[in-house]
């Protein structure tokens, strides 16, 4: 089957599918748990949770980071119109992990939150990759973007990249001792970032080029 073929209404409804997975299947877990059944949340199933979300949140940041580079290799121009989505998803993921600490680990206490959030640096960098996502949800409609305008849009939706940036970071600070998982994370970001800058570069370079040739 070739990929330029499928239409854009199958790969979202792939998406929307693969995306929800997680849920659906932490989901399944804790119906498990809660009727006395084996499920795979182990022996401490709070942390599992939590974990569990933190990873797919990022992992599901990462993927809507992917989008573009996927798009610039395949040439299918129609790929961007899955962001929106995979970015909406990190977004629940990033709610469900936070709302998961807050319920389930500070029984709703603000002033716990608070706290950590003084106390604890990686709690400090995950609510500031949080509040810098809070925007990109709320300017996520179509109205959101007309009322902005594109330029302002895109200028804000750049908030993506210290915010992942950030909640890497946030994985490194909470991992004790070495461990690989935020390093692929790290590495991850790191390769997708590059990709923009010398994708910029180059168009940078090629727009010079241009001016250069133009006033000779
Ligand atoms: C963009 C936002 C965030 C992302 C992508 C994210 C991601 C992650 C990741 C990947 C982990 C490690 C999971 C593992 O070890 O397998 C983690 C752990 C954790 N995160 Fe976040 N996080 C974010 C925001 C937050 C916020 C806002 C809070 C709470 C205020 C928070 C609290 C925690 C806690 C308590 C842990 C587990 C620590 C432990 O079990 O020792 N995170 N997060």
């Known amino acids: ?14 998406l929307f599918i693969a995306l929800g997975l997680p849920a659906f299947w932490l989901f399944w877990q ?10 795979g949340l182990g022996v401490n ?36 119109q899955l962001r929106r989505m995979a970015g909406l998803f990190a977004f629940f993921y990033v709610c469900l992990h936070l709302s998961s600490y ?3 680990d500070l029984f709703f206490s603000l002033a716990k939150l608070w706290k950590d959030v003084l106390k604890r640096t990686y709690i400090t960098l995950g609510m500031s990759a949080f509040a810098l996502l809070l925007p990109l949800a709320l300017t996520s409609t179509n109205a959101a973007r007309r009322r902005l305008g594109p330029k302002h849009w895109t200028r804000l939706h750049w908030l993506i990249y210290p915010a992942t940036m950030l909640a890497v970071t946030h994985h490194f600070f909470m991992a004790k001792g070495f461990q690989i998982m935020p390093v692929i994370h790290a590495s991850l970001l790191l390769f ?6 010398v994708k910029w570069m180059r168009a940078y370079s090629a727009q010079n080029g241009k001016k250069m040739s133009n006033s000779s």
């Open 45 to 80: 199933p709070v942390e599992a949770t939590n974990r569990f979300l933190g990873d797919t949140a990022l992992r599901v940041l990462l993927i809507t980071l992917a989008i573009t580079p996927m798009r610039d290799i395949t040439r299918m121009a129609a790929l961007t």
């Open 192 to 197: 997708l970032l590059g990709w923009r800058v």
């Open 30 to 39: 804790w119906a498990m748990l809660l009727a006395g059944q084996s499920n």
């Open 102 to 104: 807050l319920g389930l």
């Open 1 to 14: 089957m070739n990929l330029k073929t499928i239409s854009i209404a199958r790969m979202k409804l792939a």
